[in-house]
């Protein structure tokens, strides 16, 4: 069973500080993406990654940058939180045409 | 621009009514259409459609998509109080990227 795991369930951080989430799988996929859901928005993609030291841009990647040094291994980086990055966080793994596998979210709240 | 849109939103059933959620898209390049369950945490997989009119079954659920019109149903018969999740669409493009809907919030009383 591939496992996606995410190194916090809940962050509580201040406006401004730097935040990194930490997402790892122990599958060897190459594609790694980040998520964030809110409430009728649905999910959206930040960032996502083919391989190690590549990113791409998702549809909200202002605010935020992203880490690939190792295969296994994808952070998300918010530069200066601010509120309106509150939110559930999720990190995915896949390999080629495989769905997606999620991890079990980080609930970020920036006060 | 490229959109997946599910409805209905919400949904209330009683235990052992059948459920259809449906889901809709606007994606070009298309590769694949996804399910997922997601309760109080990960979204887990339940279904990848990638031909029309084949319907994949997991006990009381199913799915089927129609590329042609471009949409894709999921059936839940025999609701129990366990199916009570929010419901993903997915749609995946040949760039390996996943849009998602936003979900139907599904709720079954006993």
């Known amino acids: 069973d591939v496992k996606v795991t995410q190194s916090s369930r809940y962050l509580v951080k201040r406006t401004g500080e730097k935040v990194f989430l930490e997402c790892v799988q122990d599958m060897d996929h190459e594609n790694m993406f980040w998520y964030r859901q809110d409430p009728g928005l649905g999910l959206r993609l930040i960032y996502f990654?083919?391989?190690?030291?590549?990113?791409e841009k998702g549809d909200i990647p202002e605010g935020y940058s992203v880490s690939r040094e190792k295969k296994e291994r994808f952070s998300l980086i918010l530069e200066s939180a601010s509120t309106n990055q509150t939110s559930m966080y999720l990190c995915?793994?896949?390999?080629?045409?495989?769905?997606?596998?999620f991890g079990n979210g980080t609930r970020l709240t920036v006060t | 621009e490229d959109k997946v849109v599910q409805s209905p939103l919400s949904l209330v059933v009683h235990e052992g009514d059948t459920v259809t959620l449906n889901c809709s898209y606007e994606?070009?390049?298309?590769?694949?259409l996804l399910w997922y369950k997601q309760e109080k945490k990960a979204p887990t997989f339940l279904f990848m459609l990638t031909s029309s009119g084949i319907e994949k079954k997991s006990g009381r659920l199913s799915s089927i998509l129609d590329k042609k019109e471009l949409f894709s149903i999921l059936n839940i018969t025999a609701t129990q109080t366990g199916d009570s999740a929010v419901y993903l669409c997915?749609?995946?493009?040949?760039?390996?990227?996943?849009?998602f809907g936003t979900g139907t919030s599904l709720t079954v009383i006993p």
């Open positions: 997915a749609v995946e493009h040949t760039g390996n990227q996943f849009y």
């Open positions: 994606v070009t390049n298309f590769r694949s």
């Open positions: 995915a793994s896949s390999y080629r045409a495989s769905p997606l596998h």
């Open positions: 990654s083919y391989d190690v030291k590549m990113k």
